[in-house]
Structures are given as structure tokens and as C-alpha cells.
């Protein structure tokens, strides 16, 4: 029995079930790690950010130099909208399962990231490593694949650090620690502390001072505004810039006063001091903390990397120092590209990015007890939002743009295979890392329940999906 582009079904059936296969295989090992606390949760933290620091950027940007070129910019902004509209539709229909399951205050948004965040890295790009370079694809499919995928990575991104990690913080919004994470954009770097800041934080803790209190001797004031353990350095002026009800009271001195020699030096610290805090106060009045999100989002590892490699893709005299190009020719390295070297060492760090993605999903999922499942009702809802009803709209929208109004070419198979492949992908993994960073216990019980059960059901609904899109592109 056949297929109607000649391939016999038991062989999309088996071009279908076979990364799926595998890339459980590699989630089972990372679960048996994590069982035995060989991969403990430190561990995984640490093997997520070699992932995310280090091994997507640089698979990314080899295969986006590599691949993409001006025949295939126009691609990557369909790619683009695609994702913005997968996001759009999980997020309501993730409005609507937490109306209609009621899931539990600590999971009340997190629910509705769970319908929206799609695994949109590590199973798209095992998948398409693994058949990229079969039928019914070409030669060099694998590459653009990849980079086609790089446009639903940019936009989740920006996306996640803009809104997503908000909404799951606010579920843990009655924990201090949890609220102090939520206005922290920055997770991961340590806090700085400067003397301007101290200084400047001690000069807005200073009351307003009288008109009276003007008068007093100097020894009394300072008593009343030193307190143990403050710098001398850091007594000797306060300037206090508020404005009250009664007065404003600049540059009061707190000692008598000392040397000729000694005042300049220090009033003009103590200026500088108050100049620098001053500059901070109008950066973070324009920084504030979404823009910084935003930023954050825009400028992450993964994107950073892709912003750079269209640079050097689009721009061919780059480009032919990275890949082999007639126009940029360099005979005294035998017409091979100068910096190849660096693409190849890009390619070959980047290709343990998937392999341990999967690992460290398996070994979140390997922690799970039956003991912290969530009610059915709740895994079910986001099960079928995810793994039936986006997947339905996803392939039935791809063809419908590809065969009916003919604004997908029906040619570039791979293009509509990510776009139905990326609808039909469970929630992504990464959500149980985030929830365990942002959740004052560190645990993210809930949603690796959900995950779990999704991940369970994808064996199936993943390899029945893989099964039509094969059949639709052969």
C-alpha cells in the first residue's frame, strides 16, 4: 500500500515513529540519571545554561550563516508570524482551560503557559537533525530547517522574558523572595553595590530638617543624623533634595568644618557622588523594568546569535568568509574561506545542544512522584489544547496556504514541514526550569505534572501527526 506521493505507508509510519523513538530513548537516560542522583538538580540547572548560553547559540548561528541567504529572508518573516500566531491561540485557549478546569492559585497562570510555550527547540531540532537529510527532503535540508526554526526560538524569546516568566512569577507573588525575582530581570547575575548607591541611599533616608533645627549647634545635628557604623567619609555631607511642605534644605553640614585643604576634596566627591546618583535615577526612569525585559528578550544567547549570523548571511563579502563563495576567494588558503574554522567549531559545539536538551527534560520528568500530579481534569485540558487541537489547525492552516492560496511554495518541503511540525509539539520543558527558579522552593511540581502527562501522550499524538505531514509533503 502506498501513499499518494509513491512512499509506501508503513515507511511514513517509520520515518514518523523513528525520532520520536529516539529522542525518548535520550529523555529515558536523563530520567535513569536523574533516579539515580547522578544528575541532580544543580546539575541540571548547570547542563540548562551550557544549553542556553552555549550550545543553541552556536548551532544556530552555523546553520544560519551556512543556509540562509536573500531567497530565504522572506521565510524567515513567515516563520515569524507563524509563531506569533501559535502563541496568540495557545494563550486563549489557555484562558479558557483555566476557566473551565480551575486549576490552583499556585498554577493559575502557569496553566495558561503551559498552552502557549510550545517545545519549539530541542524536539524541532532533533526531529529535523534526524530526517532532514531523508525523502521526501533534499540534500541541505537540514541546514535551513534549522534556520527556519531559529525564527520560532527569536520570537519565544522575546516573547517569554517579556511576559511569559511575569505571569509564572505572579503566581508565587505572596513569597518575597518570588517578588523580588519578578522585578529582577537579570536572574542570574549577582547584585552590585557602589558607593554612589550607598551614599545616595543614605542621603533619601535623611528627614527634612527645620527651619529651627538650623540654628542648632552642629554637634547636635550631627548626632541626630549619624548612626554606628557609618563612614566618616560618608558624614561629612548630605545633601537632601526633597522637597516638603514647609522647606528644602540642600547641603547640610553635618561637621564642623575641617581644612581648607580638606573641604574641596570632599565636596566635590560628595557631588559627584549625588551627580552619579542623579544619572541613575533618569536611566532607570527610562529603563524600566519591562524595557529592560524587552531587552533582555531581544538580546538573549540565542537571539544575539541570530542577530549576528543574518548579519554576516545577508551580506555575501561576510559570507564568503565563513562558506566557499566565487566572489570572495582566498587562494592562499587553497580558495577555502578564512574563517571556516569557526563555522565548523560553531557546528560542532552546536550539535550537543539537542542530544542534552532532551537529557535534562528527562531527568525534570524523572523527578516526578505520583504524590504531586495534578488533577486530571487540569493535564487532559492542556493535553488536548496542545497535542490535538493547535496540531489540527496548524496542518489544516499550512495547507491551506500552500495548496489553496498558494502564499506557501509548495516546493520547499521543509518550510512546510516546520511550520505543521512546530504545531503539533507538546509545551516546552524549559517551563519547568523557569517555574523552579521563579518558585521560592524551588520546586515546579505542577507543571512538570502536566508536562509529563503530555510527554506520555505525545508518543502517540506526535507520531500520528509526523505521519500526516509526511504524507502531505510525499
Known sequence: MSSSGGLPVRILIWSAARPILKFFVVMGFGAFLARKNILTLSGSRSLASIIILLAYPCLLFSNIVSSVDDSTLGNLGLMTVAAILLTILGYLFGVLVRKLAKPPKIFSNGCVMATTMG???????????????????????????????????????????????????????????????????????????????????????????????????????????????????????????????????????????????????????????????????????????????????????????????????????????????????????????????????????????????????????GRLSRNTLLPWRISISVALVRLVILPVIGIALTQLLSTQLMWIPQQDKMLRFVLMFMAICPTAGSTVYFTQMLNPTGRADEIASVVLVQYILAFVTMTAGMVVILYLLS
Open 119 to 365: 517545545n519549539w527547540g530541542d524536539l524541532p531540532l532533533a526531529v529535523i537533525s534526524s530526517i532532514g537529510e531523508y525523502a521526501p527532503f533534499n540534500r541541505g535540508d537540514t541546514a535551513i530547517g534549522i534556520a527556519y526554526v531559529s525564527a520560532f526560538l527569536c520570537f519565544a524569546n522575546i516573547y517569554f522574558f517579556l511576559i511569559g516568566y511575569r505571569m509564572i512569577a505572579s503566581d508565587f507573588a505572596s513569597s518575597k523572595q518570588a517578588d523580588r525575582q519578578e522585578h529582577d530581570v537579570d536572574l542570574s547575575e549577582p547584585q552590585i553595590h557602589n558607593d554612589a548607591g550607598d551614599i545616595a541611599s543614605k542621603a533619601s533616608k535623611a528627614d527634612a530638617i527645620s527651619l529651627t533645627e538650623l540654628g542648632a549647634d552642629p554637634e547636635s545635628r550631627k548626632a541626630r543624623y549619624s548612626s554606628p557604623g557609618t563612614d566618616a567619609h560618608d558624614e561629612t555631607h548630605i545633601a537632601e533634595h526633597t522637597h516638603t511642605d514647609n522647606v528644602v534644605v540642600v547641603d547640610v553640614e553635618l561637621e564642623p568644618p575641617r581644612s581648607s585643604q580638606e573641604e574641596p576634596s570632599k565636596a566635590a566627591g560628595s557631588w559627584a557622588a549625588f551627580k552619579s546618583a542623579s544619572l541613575r535615577g533618569k536611566f532607570d526612569m527610562i529603563f524600566t523594568p519591562k524595557v529592560k525585559a524587552l531587552l533582555k528578550g531581544l538580546f538573549s544567547p540565542a537571539n544575539s546569535s541570530i542577530f549576528v549570523a543574518l548579519i554576516l548571511a545577508l551580506i555575501p563579502a561576510t559570507k564568503g568568509l565563513f562558506v566557499y563563495s566565487p566572489s570572495v576567494v582566498n587562494q592562499n588558503l587553497g580558495n577555502e574561506p578564512v574563517f571556516k574554522f569557526l563555522l565548523e567549531a560553531s557546528n560542532y559545539i552546536g550539535q550537543v545542544g539537542p542530544p542534552l536538551g532532551l537529557v535534562n527534560l528527562g531527568a525534570a520528568l
